[in-house]
């Protein structure tokens, strides 16, 4: 099924540890985004990608980068996680504006925990 | 710069009561607008979106929200709730920025639903 995909849905980290959160989408859409989500703060972009080759970044980026490796990919790397990291991280891609279900599709998550 | 504001962080009624879910927005242009879901453990569902076209907008699940410029508002309702509606609600402003369409969250409303 088209979508976007998100490996892993669950990871504990210790503190210092690195890590790398995957995602992928089959629909052919240029942007990508990283977002995360924690209680009362909705959802802050962390970084985002405006079509391939290129990175920005968004509200929240310290302790991350992130990579578009191809028109499909876009990861996210924790260097050195911390508890502050500790989130439920979602990638999102966007339909134009021309479709007539124009939006963001979102993945289904991962939850992240920082011990 | 754009922003968006949902007045409330939780809604209560009663199932088959009508349903309001407030946001505002600052723009210095017409936004597009959009609500997504968020049902436990989930991820993030389209409901509806507003592009400038008709000012009342049809989304799924019976819910539907008017455009109101002059009062920067896209507030979401629902004539009658349903147990099933129980969830998180995200009001998102799209900031277009050099090019880039970036989508911003409003903090969420949780609608609770009681028998």
């Known amino acids: 099924n088209a979508g976007v995909t998100q490996t892993p849905k669950f990871q504990v980290l210790k503190t210092g540890q690195s890590m790398t959160l995957q995602c992928a989408q089959d629909m052919n859409h240029n942007s990508m985004y990283w977002y995360r989500q924690d209680p009362g703060m909705g959802l802050r972009l962390i970084y985002y990608s405006a079509s391939e080759g290129t990175t920005d970044k968004g509200e929240v980026p310290n302790g991350y980068n992130v990579s578009r490796l191809n028109k499909r990919e876009f990861s996210l790397r924790l260097e050195s996680a911390a508890p502050s990291q500790t989130s439920v991280y979602f990638c999102a891609s966007r339909r134009p504006p021309a479709e007539t279900n124009y939006g963001y599709t979102f993945g289904s998550g991962t939850r992240l925990t920082v011990v | 710069a754009q922003s968006v504001t949902q007045l409330d962080s939780h809604v209560s009624v009663s199932e088959g009561t009508p349903v309001l879910l407030r946001c505002n927005y600052s723009s210095s242009y017409s936004p597009s607008l959009f609500w997504y879901v968020q049902h436990p453990n989930k991820g993030l569902q389209l409901l509806l979106k507003?592009?400038?076209?008709?000012?009342l907008v049809k989304g799924i699940n019976g819910f539907e929200a008017e455009f109101k410029k002059s009062e920067t508002s896209f507030h979401l309702t629902k004539p009658s709730a349903h147990m099933s509606d129980a969830a998180e609600y995200f009001c998102?402003?799209?900031?277009?920025?050099?090019?880039?369409?970036?989508?911003?969250f409003g903090r969420g409303t949780s609608l609770i639903v009681h028998p």
């Open positions: 998102v402003v799209i900031l277009s920025s050099g090019g880039s369409y970036i989508p911003t």
């Open positions: 507003y592009t400038s076209a008709a000012t």
